[in-house]
């Protein structure tokens, strides 16, 4: 799929050279021209390309960012002034974002590109000579992936436009989020009948992998019935469990047998839970998570040496989740004296050490962050100890293919996984909904957890409460950009997680707890230019 991704930019970068240069009659809104595009299978697979690329290219940035970001799992502390960057990180941690807010306006953009995007390419199959089943087949596709990035404008904003004419020639008027909920279902149901269903033919998930199917849908659904009673204030937790099962019906998902495979930098379609990822490599440009997420001066022991941020880390409550003995998930994390990696996600007993005038002294990461006190969410500086504060993370495992131009990783990104589906029948079925049996199981809460917790040899559970589920979810599903999502629905995004301030001082900075920060605004560009939107309350 990564070559795919590659072949199609550039398809798409060619013809649309040719079409710009030499075919100068043809309409401003399409590159395309009948006579040369599409016609075979490849012209298909690349006109959708900028469907995919587009969500590459800010999915595991500055979406990411809004999803975690802004809970404790995920937190940029400023280093005596470095990595500050307007404030914008720390309005994330503290819930005080503003209409103009650069993930707030770019994640916006991203989105409503993409449903544009695929509006157009729509209009290009409409327009092309293929026949009605390879029109049919994909436009399903595209529909499929226009409802999930609603889903994810949704989610974030709130009350959204909804958009389907390509050309757009009407400012499109916010709609109230119940509303873009119904158009999102009914979308996925309409398509589902016409996508592809993951085989055990290996040939044919590869073709399949980081695109639409029924899998996608199926789980997509299910995050929308799950999340029904804030999205829509009715709960659907029944519909949730029967999107879940629908997913596992298909045998070809299955648990993998080591956790850390899923995240490693030549993952791929033979990760057999994955239900949906988005393909990363060196040149599919997005995924830094070891730019910001790893530490520099441990380049050298893990095969690579390029220049990294020391900044971004997890915060002491979060990481304190990670305590089940044996737990493999629990080696995501670096925290406590470093040293070299075994290549098998282990560390051998070899130190790593600080680089000169400190080569001497053994790298230390320490899980708490204190904050100075004289800038705002400032740890400092200090390369043996406030450099080193912060739990990092190996869970997207350091490429070594990393270059110091780029500087980006080609560990592709999970979006829907079968632990995650696990996951959210236990919860719903907690919630209220009645247990089913699938593929001869009969399943409960308790056991859908410990099917997870099995993989990743941590002790089974003897008994399962609703926050124990969250816990879960946070040591399964860290940093995939679920955990707003489930702090949302869990009543605790509003929870806070003070720092200590050197001397025992308060923290000046506070967060805002008020409910409307469970959707981020409208952003500022937005309202400027169009006046049929409508700013959500509390902004």
Known sequence: M????????????????????????????????????PVTDADYTALLGSIYSNLSSSFAVPYWRMQDMSTDEAILPARDGNFDDGGQYRQLHYHTWTFDHPNVISVWQWGFGGINTCNRVISVVNASKATAAKKASTIAEIRAMRALYLYFMMDLYGNVPIITDFPVTVQPATQPRAKVYAFIESELKAVLPLLPAKTSNAATNVTQYGRATKGMVFATLAKMYLNAGVYINTNHYQDAVTMCDSVQANTNYFLDAKYRDIFLPNNGPQINETIFAIPYD????????????????????????VGLSIAMSTTPEFYNRFNLPGDDRTKTWLAGPQFYPDGNGGFTNQPVYYPAPNDKVQINLIPTLTLT??????????????????????????????????????????????????????????????????????QTALSLVNKVRLRSHAPA???????????ERARELSWEAWRRNDLIRFGQFEKDY????????????????????????????????NPNLVQNPGY
């Open 282 to 305: 060196q040149q599919i440009p997005g995924n830094q998570f070891t730019r910001f997420g790893f530490f520099y001066y441990l380049v050298n022991a893990y095969g690579f040496n």
């Open 2 to 37: 990564k070559k795919i991704f590659k072949i199609c930019a550039a398809v798409i970068v060619s013809i649309g050279t040719f079409s710009s240069c030499t075919k100068l009659d043809v309409p401003v809104e399409s590159q395309y021209v009948q006579s040369n595009f």
């Open 373 to 442: 006190g004289l800038k705002p969410m400032d740890v400092g500086n200090d390369v043996l100890t406030s450099q080193s504060e912060g739990v990092r993370s190996i869970k997207y495992y350091p490429d070594p293919t990393t270059t110091q131009a780029t500087r980006l990783n080609g560990n592709d990104v999970p979006v829907f996984r079968l632990a995650d589906i696990y996951l959210m029948k236990a919860e719903a079925l907690l919630r209220g909904a009645t247990p089913t049996m699938i593929n001869g199981e009969q």
């Open 461 to 471: 559970a003897t008994s399962i409460a609703l926050d124990d589920i969250l816990d």
């Open 498 to 529: 003070p720092l200590p301030v050197v001397g025992g001082k308060a923290d000046d900075l506070q967060m805002n707890k008020d409910v409307t920060r469970r959707l981020y605004p409208v952003p500022s560009t937005e309202l400027k230019t």
